[in-house]
């Protein structure tokens, strides 16, 4: 393969910012000499890699971090250095929203304008950067501060909200929440409080399970961890062996809670029973989901649970190295966690012959770089690989045919949280939580309009209105309008829908989902419309673009709702609702993955509620 490129040379700056995170580049330019892993372990677990190109995030997040954006020579550098087309990682490069590939600003702040902070009033501050600013995207009157729109950045709870983004040689990323036009402008010239550390609002309930150590022990002390419980989970899987952690996992019926409800012990058994070595293990941190924000709850307040989780799962099914991939816009999350795995590995709870058990076992964090696609498992696979975050064609399956071709297991952050508490009570005491077909205890984010947002606890069966109740009800005595369910890929329900249990089973049974545990609350003040609009533009710049259903269908869906909202029309407002539902159809029916089968979704309930959208 011939990569070399003519044209300018990368900045000192940029090749440093490469070199830090590959190594030197030896005489030879490409490749350069092998180094211990990203976070200081044995490369790969020792796994041999036929390439290095898993290594294009982390470089590419090395330049866009030290200078604010990737140019064309830090691109042409990363290219040599890792062997990868240049067409191909420019392609990687701009597929993800957190990469930019033209000039920004050095102190750049994404403020979110999606689903729950629009209804925290997203719109009025953005309209007031662009008045104390300058326009989105446009570097202000010294060049230095800048401001776009965002996605969701997993922050509903305290909407609205910002992630503020400084480039340098001590480059600094954290969030904001709540915030107005002037707190940001505030943070951008260096000014503002860091976000306090986490704190549930069932702080103290002595029945919580899942969050029992959230706020009460110190997220940074693996010794306070282990005051509190910590590890035995895994002290008691080392001693009975993967097949019985298996058993327990089996017998405790723990359904997925990224959405999809697979089984998790059926899933571990089928990645154990694989003869193709290695296994691997991918802990899915990419909540992206608008409404979702319990993962960064668990991993800022509890990282080391989901370390020693990992490591319980990586027993049971034999793998030997393990990714957390985390989402790019949860700076404070990926620091606790980073710190939890350099304190596991330096305790020996992570690393070769984990606690003289003969067991090995590493954990990898990967930083994802704004893109939704990237919660499908596949997608995931590939950005980890090094690739744009399109999935891929099922079957094979993950368990035979994973991460770099090899029998995975993946799991999201909820369902890993569940696995100490398994070993520690006993599989069938475990199933006795909840009913027959949702067993354990399950979160809910409860944002929009509700007096207390947050992450709450509780067992499955206790009803919408119950947990609304936890919330606070709606603040001003309003009424409740409408419910999200399960986020943009979930269903609208009304009011009648309060005595709904909350449980697998009984959400079918409703034409309802409990998804990504999404309860956004909006009461009667609300402009559903302008909702619609956005769960509509979400998913069209979402949209990986690689199957025609979802590329085309998602841009038709948006300009749809845009001519039904609009005063004029030419054609009537029944044609319009009629090619709607054939466009949902087409999406769910032709579409690759879960983000085209779900796109019409919260759109097509609303809808057909009568009375609750005017359009």
């Known amino acids: 393969m011939d990569l070399h490129v003519i044209g300018p040379l990368a900045s000192p700056a940029e090749r440093a910012a490469v070199d830090a995170v590959l190594g030197p580049p030896d005489s030879g330019w490409v490749g350069g000499p092998r180094r211990p892993g990203i976070d200081g372990h044995a490369a790969r677990g020792g796994h041999a890699i036929r390439s290095r190109r898993s290594e294009l995030l982390p470089a590419l997040h090395a330049v866009q971090d030290r200078v604010g954006w990737i140019s064309q020579p830090a ?71 800048g401001w776009m729109r965002s996605p969701c950045l997993g922050l509903c709870d305290r909407a609205p909200a910002a992630l503020i983004t400084s480039a340098g040689e001590h480059a600094r990323v954290h969030s904001a929440a709540p915030v107005d036009a002037a707190g940001v402008v505030a943070r951008l010239d260096g000014g503002g409080t860091p976000r306090p550390r986490e704190r549930i609002l069932q702080y103290g309930d002595p029945s919580l399970r899942l969050l029992r150590r959230v706020g009460v022990v110190d997220p940074t002390s693996l010794d306070d961890y282990r005051a509190h419980g910590g590890y035995a989970a895994l002290a008691r899987a080392l001693e009975i062996g993967a097949e019985a952690v298996i058993a327990e996992v089996t017998a405790s019926k723990l359904m997925g809670r990224g959405g999809a409800a697979f089984p998790t012990g059926r899933k571990w058994a089928a990645v154990a029973v694989q003869p193709a070595q290695p296994h691997y293990l991918v802990c899915n941190a990419d909540e992206s989901e608008p409404g979702t924000f319990k993962d960064r709850v668990i991993l800022e307040g509890d990282p080391f649970a989901i370390v020693e989780a990992m490591t319980i799962a990586a027993v049971a099914t034999g793998a030997t190295l393990g990714f957390l991939y985390i989402r790019g816009e949860y700076p404070e999350a990926e620091v606790a966690v980073r710190e939890a795995v350099a304190a596991a590995r330096d305790a020996n709870l992570l690393g070769p012959d984990i606690l003289g058990s003969r067991v090995t076992f590493d954990i990898e964090v990967r930083r994802g770089a704004g893109a939704y696609i990237c919660g499908e498992e596949t997608a995931l696979f590939e950005s980890i690989e090094g690739k744009r975050g399109e999935p891929r064609n099922k079957p094979p399956f993950p368990v035979e045919v994973g991460l770099f071709g090899k029998p995975t297991v ?121 909702t619609l609009r956005r769960i509509a533009r979400f998913f069209r710049d979402e949209s990986c673009g690689q199957c025609v259903p979802c590329r085309v269908g998602s841009v038709r869906q948006e300009e749809l709702l845009t001519r039904l909202a609009a005063e004029s029309r030419v054609r009537t407002r029944d044609d319009d609702l009629i090619l709607l539902r054939e466009i949902g159809q087409a999406m769910r029916d032709a579409s690759i993955c879960g983000l085209g089968q779900t796109a019409s979704s919260a759109i097509e309930s609303a809808l057909r509620q009568p009375g609750l959208v005017a359009i």
């Open 75 to 145: 691109l042409n550098y990363i290219s040599r250095r890792l062997a990868v087309p240049p067409a191909e990682a420019y392609g990687v490069a701009t597929f993800y929203a957190l990469f930019a590939t033209t000039p920004r600003a050095p102190v750049m702040a994404h403020v979110c304008d999606d689903i729950a902070c629009r209804v925290a009033g997203a719109e009025e501050t953005c309209a007031a950067l662009e008045r104390a600013i300058g326009p989105e995207g446009v570097a202000g009157a010294d060049g230095q501060v």
């Open 410 to 530: 993946v799991n999201n952050v909820e369902t890993l949280l569940n696995i100490p508490l398994i070993l520690e009570m006993g599989g069938d005491a475990y199933a006795a939580i909840g009913t027959e077909g949702s067993t354990g205890p399950r979160l809910f984010c409860l944002s929009g309009h509700v007096a207390r947002p947050g992450v709450y606890e509780v067992e499955f069966g206790a009803t919408l209105g119950d947990v609304i109740e936890l919330a606070g009800g709606v603040p001003g005595g309003r009424a409740i309008r409408a419910i999200l369910l399960g986020g943009a890929a979930g269903v609208f329900v009304g009011p009648d829908a309060l005595a709904m249990p909350l449980t697998f089973e009984a959400t079918r049974a409703a034409g309802a989902t409990l998804g990504s545990g999404v309860i956004m609350v909006f009461d009667e003040t609300t402009d559903l419309v302008g």
